[in-house]
């Protein structure tokens, strides 16, 4: 180390291999200082000669694998430096084939000769360092990410394979690690605002919004850890500034002109943008500059425009494998792919319009198949489904998933019995969402009646009064049943008609009534 330190450019680029293939057996040596040395050597040595260490950077990188799953947390975070300053050297050219060794993807059509004659076991560090079982490690590799894709010059290329696992960091077990998360993918959406400035000029000059948030005046908290309102960690609903269209006549004073999903300053926040206590991150000589002025508070408010279309972008790339793992009866794998899909409609909002029926037809195989069963439980998995079937409600319009689960309240359905009480219980879900968002609603605006559901309500009703599955109900379809009539019973009561309120009375008393017992001989003998 110290030679290399004093060898300059001419020097280094007469013995480049040499100097390379001590650095990398270093990195490789089972003694831990040994390791600390070579993770020290190989930063300094790549910044300083990173142009001619181009054709060197996926032998660097693969040395470092054993770092990563080193026993001792300090090696495991200057590994991370180190696989940084690797990252540098590999640009536009082999940094992908070093994202391939953290990833363990493989070719398909490639097969190493070793294979053919002993097993050969491929390791996904990525995914190991996202569920480290130190805290610390944790943290500094989620911001390690975030430093990937502000600050690498071939960050494009990287975007799809890096930022699932930075989703992930959203619901990491230790919630200031998750607060955390929140703050530095808002980062990367400010980075995607800068970037393609022409392409959101038009969306934020004409303040065109979604039809969920009723012209901006409704808002949902973030589902922060997978669960609703982060599970009561994130407080109250932070709103932003919302989206306004040009002033054409100048209506508004200069003073109330503002920019689209902006806070207010800290000084000048009203009760509706105050964002609470601010977290501190803990002081460390080894966290990345890009993060210094990083600012985390408890009460997160909607993702920034920017956030929400940078995640929508790559949702699609993974969105269909996230549907197979979301019926996997094996409860880690159904967990986390529940809360990945989660977060990625957290920030998709209106966008999985386009995956709904897979993503019906996923949900209804969890809660009615073995997925189900196998994690009841688990409180956390159910928890997570709920959050996912409401935030399904929140964003989509409802006539869209009305028309996907309208058919299991129909005599006629073609589903099996488990499969029809699943999908009334996704739709009890859904329904529970969209009130949430028309709940939201307090303002002074003009008033909004059923909002968006006005259209399904009576066909609900209707349909609800004429089903079979009131004759003879078991006690899990009633309380199925229960739970749809219950979802917008009490906010919507005073819009119902008269009509509908005797549909609903009837529905009630059917699912009240219990069936008679059966008379013994004695007793009917008197």
């Known amino acids: 180390?110290?030679?290399?330190?004093?060898?300059?450019?001419?020097?280094?680029?007469?013995?480049?291999?040499?100097?390379?293939?001590?650095?990398?057996?270093?990195?490789?040596?089972?003694?831990?200082?040994?390791?600390?040395?070579?993770?020290?050597?190989?930063?300094?040595?790549?910044?300083?000669?990173?142009?001619?260490?181009?054709?060197?950077?996926?032998?660097?990188?693969?040395?470092?694998?054993?770092?990563?799953?080193?026993?001792?947390?300090?090696?495991?975070?200057?590994?991370?430096?180190?696989?940084?300053?690797?990252?540098?050297?590999?640009?536009?050219?082999?940094?992908?084939?070093?994202?391939?060794?953290?990833?363990?993807?493989?070719?398909?059509?490639?097969?190493?000769?070793?294979?053919?004659?002993?097993?050969?076991?491929n390791v996904n560090y990525m995914s190991t360092l996202t569920f480290d079982r130190h805290p610390a490690v944790r943290r500094f590799w989620f911001e390690t990410l975030a430093n990937w894709l502000l600050r690498l010059p071939d960050k494009v290329d990287h975007e799809p394979y890096l930022f699932p696992y930075l989703l992930q960091g959203l619901c990491d077990e230790n919630e200031e690690i998750?607060?955390?998360?929140?703050?530095?993918?808002?980062?990367?959406?400010?980075?995607?605002?800068?970037?393609?400035?022409?392409?959101?000029?038009?969306?934020?000059?004409?303040?065109?919004?979604y039809s969920w948030t009723y012209s901006g005046r409704a808002s949902i908290p973030f589902p922060l850890?997978?669960?609703?309102?982060?599970?009561?960690?994130?407080?109250?609903?932070?709103?932003?500034?919302?989206?306004?269209?040009?002033?054409?006549?100048?209506?508004?004073?200069?003073?109330?002109?503002?920019?689209?999903?902006?806070?207010?300053?800290?000084?000048s926040r009203k009760e509706e943008e105050d964002l609470g206590e601010e977290v501190p991150l803990p002081s460390r000589d080894y966290a990345w500059p890009t993060f210094r002025d990083?600012?985390?508070?408890?009460?997160?408010?909607?993702?920034?425009?920017?956030?929400?279309?940078?995640?929508?972008?790559?949702?699609?790339?993974?969105?269909?494998?996230?549907?197979?793992?979301v019926v996997d009866f094996r409860e880690c794998t159904t967990l986390n792919a529940g809360r990945l899909l989660c977060m990625s409609m957290a920030y998709t909002e209106e966008g999985v319009t386009e995956w709904l029926q897979p993503m019906m037809a996923a949900l209804i195989k969890f809660y009615s198949g073995r997925a189900w069963a196998a994690s009841s439980p688990d409180q956390k998995v159910l928890d997570t489904y709920t959050t996912v079937c409401k935030l399904v409600g929140v964003f989509l319009d409802p006539i869209s998933y009305w028309e996907q689960l309208k058919d299991s309240l129909s005599p006629d359905s073609p589903m099996e019995f488990?499969?029809?009480?699943?999908?009334?219980?996704?739709?009890?879900?859904?329904?529970?969402?969209?009130?949430?968002?028309?709940?939201?609603?307090?303002?002074?605006?003009?008033?909004?009646?059923?909002?968006?559901?006005?259209?399904?309500?009576?066909?609900?009703?209707?349909?609800?009064?004429?089903?079979?599955?009131?004759?003879?109900?078991?006690?899990?379809?009633?309380?199925?049943?229960?739970?749809?009539?219950?979802?917008?019973?009490?906010?919507?009561?005073?819009?119902?008609?008269?009509?509908q309120v005797s549909q609903l009375l009837f529905v009630s008393l059917a699912l009240a009534a219990k069936a008679p017992t059966e008379m013994t001989g004695q007793e009917m003998a008197g």
């Open 1 to 121: 180390a110290a030679l290399l330190a004093r060898c300059n450019a001419n020097q280094v680029y007469s013995w480049v291999d040499e100097a390379t293939g001590l650095i990398r057996a270093q990195a490789m040596d089972p003694f831990h200082e040994v390791k600390t040395l070579a993770c020290e050597t190989m930063m300094s040595f790549c910044y300083n000669h990173t142009e001619m260490l181009l054709h060197f950077a996926p032998d660097l990188g693969r040395s470092l694998t054993s770092c990563l799953v080193h026993n001792h947390a300090k090696i495991r975070m200057q590994a991370l430096r180190a696989l940084t300053s690797v990252f540098y050297c590999g640009v536009w050219k082999h940094n992908f084939e070093i994202l391939q060794i953290l990833m363990a993807w493989q070719d398909p059509n490639k097969v190493p000769i070793k294979a053919f004659y002993e097993s050969v076991t």
């Open 178 to 209: 998750a607060l955390e998360s929140f703050w530095l993918i808002e980062k990367c959406g400010e980075l995607y605002e800068s970037e393609n400035e022409e392409s959101l000029r038009k969306e934020k000059q004409y303040g065109f919004d």
């Open 225 to 267: 850890l997978g669960l609703w309102a982060g599970g009561g960690i994130t407080g109250d609903v932070v709103k932003r500034t919302v989206a306004a269209g040009p002033d054409m006549m100048g209506e508004r004073a200069l003073q109330e002109h503002k920019k689209r999903d902006q806070l207010a300053p800290a000084g």
């Open 294 to 325: 990083l600012a985390v508070y408890k009460k997160l408010p909607r993702p920034r425009l920017g956030a929400r279309h940078w995640v929508r972008t790559h949702t699609r790339r993974y969105i269909q494998a996230t549907f197979n793992d």
């Open 418 to 499: 488990d499969q029809r009480i699943a999908s009334v219980r996704v739709l009890a879900l859904c329904i529970e969402g969209s009130m949430e968002a028309l709940l939201s609603v307090n303002d002074d605006g003009p008033a909004l009646g059923m909002g968006r559901l006005a259209p399904i309500i009576p066909e609900l009703i209707s349909m609800l009064h004429a089903s079979d599955l009131l004759l003879a109900p078991t006690d899990l379809s009633r309380k199925v049943l229960w739970d749809l009539v219950l979802s917008f019973l009490e906010p919507l009561k005073e819009h119902l008609s008269f009509t």
